[in-house]
């Protein structure tokens, strides 16, 4: 831990995070743009998420007379959480300080904190809307975590870190090889990842039709800056998804090293990566349709099934050999 | 010496002073009277033995030793301070009219005269006195059970009359045999009969006879012990007569039968020891019967709906444990069985004043009528309900600390009988708490007033066994530890 | 100095049990003597057992017990640590308990009952934890059992007390022989009771897996592991609300320590497949006790299958703890014991703050079930906020305590791949998945909880009319969320102390989880693993900070104030509310199988035209360990019971022929 | 030993004992109360006789007193004191059903047999020239105690332990002769308050059931009516 007092490392850790954070609607935008080409709709503009969210922050906050002081503390620490989430994240760049402070575990730790105070958000006017939303996004949330920890699993054994900067520095060093387990993970990994960010199949970002929506139940009697934070909470949310599967499953390209071309090269390949996420996403989501509430634990239970097949195609098949 | 004859002669006195006296209030004070003498003298008796060691006197006909002497002192005390309960209890009795003072004067003086009879039987040095005694300490105490003349009093001491009759006459063949055994081996056969005499010549003894002769013994004693199957007197005779006198009756008379079967043990144990191909015999006999007592005790407390009859099952249940730790033999064991029947003797005596106290409060027997307990008279309450955790092994009540041992005895010799016991034990706790638990918690019924309770000899008692079971005094270790000597041949101190 | 402190500790609640027998006569004293006097056998403990834990073992003997064997009297560094926790516990609960008993002032309970068993009862546990050899042990367990026996019965007026009661004094008894044939077990091979003995005593494999068995049985029973868990969620609510922090916080893992106890030290040889056992026991324990925990609608008993939950996991680190000590990785070994007190410690403290939140909640409201309860949070800011601090850190949420002990325990179970077994390599990965389950379904447990009972709008016109609890219980909770928060941030600083328990323990190596300084956790390697709470929380907070003040600029209109939006059907009421049993729906479908439900909607139509004015839901929620295990037992006994009472058929010749055929089948038998 | 080599007396010692079992027997057939009580009494004669003639082939002069009390008390106070009773209770005409006579008297005679066979190894040891009758006061006790098994009424109960009693005693004097004084003596003391209590019970049982039957004294049984309460779907048994 001798280099966590390295100042330039710092630096570089707040400009990767704000990075990440300032990118996070851009993200949504591409999506958002990828998906109406997909259905032949009019798309549009790629920075239309920003021109919410600044509308957003410049209008009134309402809140219920019913409301508790926690409903208006909910979005900071949602936001916060979130973005600390981020922090810890690589994106472009390996061994930067901020990766050692939490690993991976943490890092689910985060978000469940994140989802914590958004459920609790969602309880605390008392309709029954948001009673709703909470329910089912942590019914979703309690079984997609064990599916997506067990992946992460998977992959640390391999690696023999939690600490996503080294496990990702270990599978650069092996080069390409191709695991069984990998796979499998990784199929977890984009199943939950759709079910925790809230998208088709699972829930739909885009309505508010009040028997399906999850999320949106939650966040429904946000308005002003609150509803803004919470917005780019999840925003974030998908980012990290993506740079999460993108960065451990295909690292290469990520900066091993600080130096400017590295780092250079380390952002384009990220945005690359994203971006190819994004239309496999879009894709789904154009070719699929939102499943029955009570559908979504059997797709939760198939990402478990690959997480678990996962760890034991690990055991079995990698270790011994 | 003198200390002895006192211990003796005051309560026949008192037995016969009784009959005659005819005012009732005086006879529950002279009661009090003849028996707190009877335990000044016996404690007297006892420094004796302590500071001399054990004592023949008139003629070897008296033997005191480590093993009888604490006995005797405690058949004293708790017959004390059970006096001490029954004056105003059966002044109640005499009161609400299920009693008139005739039946008042046969109780007093047989109360004392039962008290005689059990002094004589752990004092006397001969097997044939100490039949005697035994026999004398049923006919005493059989009119007291049908003492209120209810048709299920007069029922339960009939069944107590024939069939400890019965048993005892087995015991005296059983004497009989003993003393056949004795006298084809000494030259003055007179002396046959004679503890002191038959112990020293234990070894020449023939195991066969002496064998035959621990089955009557056995099975004649242990109808007095209360063992299964030979129990079946013991609740009816317990829950129908008046309550002092099931307190004395669980306190004491199965504790002197019980002495009995070991001093014919240690006979037996002596004559089979080395010569026969089944030298532990009476050992394995002992821990049968024990051990289904105990199991077939626990079993019965689950069905009570009488709760003098339950606290009778639980006596049963806690013979037959000593009698499968006397049994089991062995240093530990033994000292456990005797600290077991010392801390039995108090607890459920204790139990059974209290539980006197509660079936006034609630003017019957009957388990389902008594409710509420401790709203309605919290020390009676609480008495029953700390004599219960007590009497089911509770630390840090003393009976914890006999079953501690006897589990750890049983543990080094026959290590799956534990198991036996431990659920044994579970099961008679789970019975005896189902029962208890809803007549001391819970709401008062209506008109259910308290009475007026001495809880002290209750609370006197509970607290020498919470006192045992944190710290064995150091005498009374010394004294359990030479009557181990005694019967296992070796102490444990 | 840490033996009189231990002792003082003692002493001080044994005349807390004392000054209590006047508290019928003089009610106040149970306030103004009783308590204070708790509170300070609680400190005396909590510094008697630092200085233990930070020094060296003491040891002596008390002139009581059997009269060859003094009770011995020692405390290691283990002992320092659950004594600490003891103490700290006992403090809050005393610094709470003469606000909370106000309640019981005017009523027919006995005071006296409550002042002399809760000092016995604190006097039973601290013994317990002290004690040097099985009989002291016994003794002081089985105080604890009996003394809070008492406690559980103490509103003994409703029947659901008396049967819990009942429940609890039977298992607690039943888990006490199990125990105490342990010892008997390891006295037989050792020759003696004294601990030094037990631990020197060699044991063939089968007689020490038949002494971990039975020590596992009965410590299991009273922490609570399914399928022997059926008194806690009886028990721990009918009891007043400060003994209920005392059993679940501190009689647990007064439970856990005689565990560690006995498998860690006084068998000394672990076999693997002990671990695997405790490990699958555990798992079982934390799955089954969340999903009930999430059907329940009672708070405290939610809190009490809640503390199943935990209990659960506790065994799971021990059981990791265990694998790995059997198979020759003593480092690793010492990561999961440090990992399952740690947990022990946080549950300690939050499981205490949550139910003495549940105390001042009842007081307030006088209600029980959730359902009835609601918007509390602006009634009772205070408790209000404390109780979310337990709820986040309940539920295992960083950077409170809660996520530290579970993010060890992972740590170690992920280290399950350096075992040579297979079978191992899988399973404990896939313990350590259903810990993530449990996990989850914890953080939704809790959203329930705090969500229903504390935010929205009141449901009932008591909690719409709770007041400010007194200012010794907000004291109390303050006191243990901060401590909920100083061991979630500062783990390093505790858990370097605690390395000494793993020395303590017949000498396993401390497992240099602090190695990297008070700032970092490195379980293993920092390579491997690492985690700054510090860091974390500083981030948080810049975080929000920064986003705070961008977004309160000058230019910032201030909040409007204004209803919910209804649909436009009309003002909402509270009833419109999302119910406790609605918010568990979902996850009692997907589930099913794990509960004895009974569901009923009962519709309601209007007699002459038909038509349904209204729905009655009805939900009951059975323990499925009752049909399986208990009943059968239960009928059994009573089965046999009826057997045996024919042999008190009432006729005297049948008696007699008992007795005559007695006699001839011993003749028989002798000849 | 030979049988013939024994003196005539030892012979009627035998003898004796011979007619003792046989009263026993004839104890177990009765049916009628009254009868019984004169079988009793022949017994109580019998065994007073025995031990008087043992008290002669012996030379143990204080069985003479052992024998005259046996003689007072089994053949006459005590027979006395029940006929009395009988009378008094207006019963003399009362007849008892045995459960089954032939089947009695069967198992009457393998008790006998099973009494020789345990006493075998008691007897090997005696010298004396009675020793055979040690089986006999055995089976006499054990038949004692069969009467008391097979019979309803309280009276023929008492008569039944009162011969075991005899069983007893004749066991003493023939196996030992006769136990110490002391012992005789109290023994024969609790055994006459015994029959004063006995007494006392009689009529304290015809009052509380009007009627002398043991089969009627059940009211103290552990009931199951407890349990077909609570759980009716459990089968009757």
Known sequence: MADYLNLQGWLLALLQTALFVTAAPLLVGWLRLLKARLQNRRAPALTQPYRDLSKLFRKEVIVADTASPLFRAAPYI??????????????????????????????????????????????????????????????????GEPAMLMAIFTLTMTAQSTNLSHAIDFLLAQGLVLRPSFMFALLALLLVAVAETGRIPVDNPTTHLELTMVHEAMILEYSGRHLALMEWAAQLKLMIYGVLIANIFF???????????????????????????????????????????????????????????GMLSHVILEVGA | MNALFATLLVPLLGSMLMAVVPRCRIAGWLNVAFAATTTVTSVILALEVLRSGPMLSAGKFFYIDAFNVYLVVLTAFVATTTAIFSRPYMDYELGRGRLNSRRMRLYHAM????????????????????????????????????????????????????????????????????????????TVP???????????????????????????????????????????????????????????????????????????????????????????????????????????????????????????????????????????????????????????????????????????????????????????????????????????????????????LLLVATMESWPWLTVALLSGLAIAFAGLFRNIHPMVYGNQPEGQLPVQANMLPVYLHLLLALWFGLAIPAVLAHWFDQATQLIAGKGVL | MALQLIAYAVVMSLLSALVGLGASRYRALLRLACFPLLGLSGLAAAAGGLLVLTGTAVAAQLPLGLPWLPWSVRADALSGFILLLIGVVVFAVAVFGPGYVREFQHGRHSLAALGVFTGLFVAGMQLVVIADDAFMFMVAWELMSLSSYFLVAFQHENAPNRRAAFLYLLMAHVGGLAILLGYGVLAAFGG????????????????????????????????????????????????????????????????????????????????????????????????????????QSDIKRLLAYS??????????????????????????????????????????????????????????????????????????PYTGTFFLIGCISIASLPPFNGFVSEWLTLQAALQGVVLESGVLRIVIPVAAAMLALTAALGAMLFVRLYGIAFLGQPRTRQSRQARLPSRGMRAAQALLALLCLLLGVTPAIVIDVMGAIPQALGGLPEPGITGQGWLWLTPVAPAVASYSAPLVLLGLGLAWGLFYLLLHGPRQKRVRRIHAWDCGFGPLSPRMQYTAASFSMPVRRIFQPVWLLDERVERITDARSQRLTGLRHQLQVGDRSWAVLYEPIG????????????????????????SFFTLLFLLWLIT | MNFAQFTLQEQGVVILAALVLFA?????????????????AWQGALVAAATALVAFVAGQPHLYLSALITLALKAMLIPWILHRIVVKLAITREVETVVNPALVLLAAAALVAFSYYVALPVEKLSTLATRNTIAISMAVVLLGMLIMVTRRQAITQVVGFMSMENGLFFAAVVSTHGMPMVVELGVAFDLLVATVIFGVFFFQIRQSIESLDVDRLSRLAESTELDEAVEPEEPRE
């Open chain 1, 78 to 143: 949602v936001f916060s959480a979130t973005v600390v989430t981020a922090a810890v994240i690589p994106l472009i760049a390996v061994h930067l300080p901020t990766a050692a402070i939490a690993d991976v575990i943490v890092l689910v730790g985060f978000l469940a904190l994140a989802r914590f105070f958004l459920a609790l958000a969602g309880l605390d006017v008392g309709t029954a809307f948001g009673g709703m939303g909470s329910s089912r996004e942590m019914t979703i949330a309690s079984l």
């Open chain 1, 251 to 309: 690292p290469w390209g990520i900066a091993a090293e600080l130096t400017p071309t590295a780092l250079l090269l380390g952002l384009a390949v990220i945005v690359l990566k994203l971006m190819l996420l994004c239309a496999v996403l879009a894709v789904a989501e154009t070719a699929l349709a939102k499943m029955r509430l009570f559908r979504v634990p059997g797709f939760l239970n198939l990402a478990f099934l690959f997480a678990l097949l």
């Open chain 2, 111 to 186: 109360y004392q005269g039962f008290l005689f009879t059990m002094l004589l039987a752990l004092s006397t040095n001969n097997l044939g006195i100490l039949w005697v005694a035994l026999e004398g300490a049923t006919l005493a105490t059989v009119l007291l059970v049908s003492l209120y003349r209810t048709p299920e009093s007069v029922e339960a001491a009939w069944k107590y009359f024939i069939l400890c009759g019965v048993g005892i006459a087995q015991a005296l063949f059983g004497t009989v045999l003993l003393y056949f055994a004795a006298a084809s081996v000494l």
């Open chain 2, 190 to 404: 007179e002396d046959g009969l004679l503890w002191t005499t038959l112990h020293g010549i234990a070894g020449q003894l023939d195991p066969t006879v002496m064998s035959i002769a621990f089955v009557f013994l056995l099975v004649g004693y242990g109808t007095k012990v209360g063992l299964v199957p030979l129990h079946n007197w013991l609740p009816d005779a317990h829950s129908e007569g008046p309550t002092p006198m099931s307190a004395v009756l669980s306190g004491l008379l199965l504790n002197v039968a019980l002495y009995a079967v070991v001093r014919t043990k240690m006979l037996v144990d002596g004559a089979l020891h080395g010569v026969s191909n089944m030298p532990q015999l009476a050992g394995y006999l002992m821990m049968a019967f024990g051990l289904l007592s105990f199991l077939v005790a626990g079993l019965f407390l689950h069905r009570q709906r009488d709760i003098k009859r339950m606290f009778s099952y639980s006596s049963i249940e806690h013979m037959g444990l000593m009698t499968f730790a006397f049994g089991l033999g062995g240093p530990l064991a033994t000292f456990a069985a005797l600290l077991h029947m010392t801390l039995h003797s108090l607890v459920k005596s204790a139990i059974f004043v209290t539980v006197g106290h509660a079936t006034h409060i609630a003017g019957t027997q009957a388990i389902d009528k008594i409710r509420g307990l401790i709203r309605t008279q919290p020390a009676v309450g609480w008495g029953l309900l700390l004599g219960t955790a007590a009497i089911a092994g509770f630390p840090p009540f003393g009976l914890f600390v006999s079953e501690f």
């Open chain 3, 192 to 295: 003696g009771f004294g601990f030094d003995v037990l631990r020197a005593a060699e044991l063939p494999p089968l007689w020490a897996g038949v002494a971990f068995a039975l020590a596992f049985f009965g410590f299991g029973m009273k922490a609570g592991l399914v399928p022997l868990h059926a008194w806690l969620p009886e028990a721990h609510p009918v009891a007043p609300s400060h003994i209920s922090a005392l059993m679940s916080g501190v009689m647990l893992k007064v439970a856990v320590y005689g565990f560690v106890r006995v498998t860690f030290d006084l068998i000394g040889t672990i076999q693997v497949s002990w671990g695997v056992i405790v490990l699958l026991v555990g798992s079982a324990s934390a799955l089954l006790g969340v999903l009930y925990a999430m059907q």
């Open chain 3, 307 to 380: 503390s199943i939950e935990n209990i659960g996991v506790i065994f799971m680190a021990l059981g990791l703890a265990m694998i790995f000590l059997a198979a020759g990785q003593p480092l690793l070994g010492s990561l999961g014991l440090i990992a399952a007190l740690y947990h022990a410690l946080n549950h300690a403290l939050f499981k205490s703050l949550l139910f003495l939140g549940a105390g001042a909640v009842i007081q307030q409201t006088h209600q029980h079930s959730l359902e009835h309860m609601g918007g509390l949070l602006k009634r009772l």
């Open chain 3, 635 to 658: 009928r059994w006994v009573l089965a046999a019971a009826r057997r045996v009472a024919r042999l008190q058929s009432g006729n005297i010749r049948t008696y007699l022929s008992y």
């Open chain 4, 24 to 40: 026993s027997f004839s104890l177990l057939a009765q049916t009628r109360i009254i009868a019984s009580i004169h079988a009793f």
